[in-house]
């Protein structure tokens, strides 16, 4: 048997991340994913540098036509909240940070953000920005700019409710390495980098060549699993998005179906882990 400081220690470790993940995105209640931040719910000074969502204007921009300014108080208090700032919502940055995007140019920079991200108590954030998709959604906050499909809410409201999927996947790592990382850093083909956006509804670009990796494998795990609760936008995506990754990279590369519907209420799960995903996890460890 090999020891723990063996050259297999950095798969081994990749798997067991990846397993837990799978198991929290099953379970959807498990706090297996991190150990609770000392930080949580505080804003540190090391916060306030990393890049923050919808960072490329005033609040007001939130307000929808016609509509007062309830939605545009909701979201400023959201994004100035504590316990927001301290979850680091990669799901939130994706399509709204001008500060993601600038440090996604250097690895450095990048891995800090992650690292941010990939630290905080998952099973406390994930309850937090669950709550704060259902509330926006409330005639007393956005309800009227959902009515209109306002853009900038969509986002919101989208990137809130891919928290836990996007966290799984963005905190994956290859060889002690984030996969997140290593797509950012392929200039020359962002195939790789579009695989994060499928769980806020986006599909995979039909020109995209996705790498036949492990990286690209262990996300599509990741979406395959969270694909079981039909309230999740990656549901509406994944199956296409994986037929076009075996297309690159062969049959049965990635599971290209469905997995059996388990909620779609609230986009919450309340269903234990199932037999199929105990094996699974099995074979990975």
């Not at 090391?46 to 923050?52: F, G, I, K, Q, V």
């Not at 709550?131 to 009515?147: F, S, T, V, Y």
């Not at 999927?165 to 060889?175: H, I, V």
């Not at 062969?250 to 997995?259: D, I, M, Q, W, Y």
Request: proline share 6%.
């Amino acid at each position: 048997m090999a020891s723990w400081w063996s050259a297999d220690a950095p798969l081994a470790c990749s798997r067991l991340r990846l397993a837990l993940a799978l198991f929290a995105l099953f379970t959807c209640g498990v706090e297996a994913l991190s150990t609770p931040s000392p930080d949580a719910g505080r804003t540190t000074r090391r916060d306030m540098a990393l890049p923050s969502p919808f960072d490329d204007g005033p609040p007001s921009l939130f307000q929808g036509a016609g509509s007062d300014d309830r939605c545009v108080t909701f979201m400023a208090n959201l994004l100035s909240d504590g316990t927001f700032k301290s979850c680091h919502p990669v799901s939130m940055l994706l399509q709204t940070s001008t500060a993601l995007f600038e440090a996604e140019k250097q690895t450095t920079s990048l891995v800090r953000v992650l690292d941010a991200a990939c630290s905080v108590d998952v099973s406390v954030c994930a309850d937090y920005l669950t709550k704060a998709a259902e509330r926006l959604g409330d005639r007393a906050n956005c309800r009227a700019e959902l009515d209109q499909s306002q853009p900038r809410v969509v986002q919101a409201q989208r990137g809130l409710r891919a928290y836990r999927t996007l966290y799984a996947a963005s905190c994956l790592e290859d060889g002690g390495v984030y996969c997140f990382a290593q797509s950012a850093s392929n200039l020359s083909d962002p195939s790789n980098s579009y695989l994060y956006f499928i769980p806020l509804g986006m599909a995979l670009p039909g020109a995209s060549t996705p790498s036949c990796n492990r990286c690209t494998r262990d996300i599509m795990n990741v979406y395959h699993a969270s694909a079981a609760n039909r309230g999740h936008l990656v549901s509406e995506k994944y199956a296409e998005a994986a037929q076009q990754i075996n297309v690159v990279c062969g049959p049965g590369f990635v599971n290209a179906t469905l997995p059996r519907p388990k909620s779609a209420a609230g986009g919450r799960c309340r269903h234990v882990l199932p037999v199929a995903a105990v094996v699974i996890l099995a074979m990975m460890l």
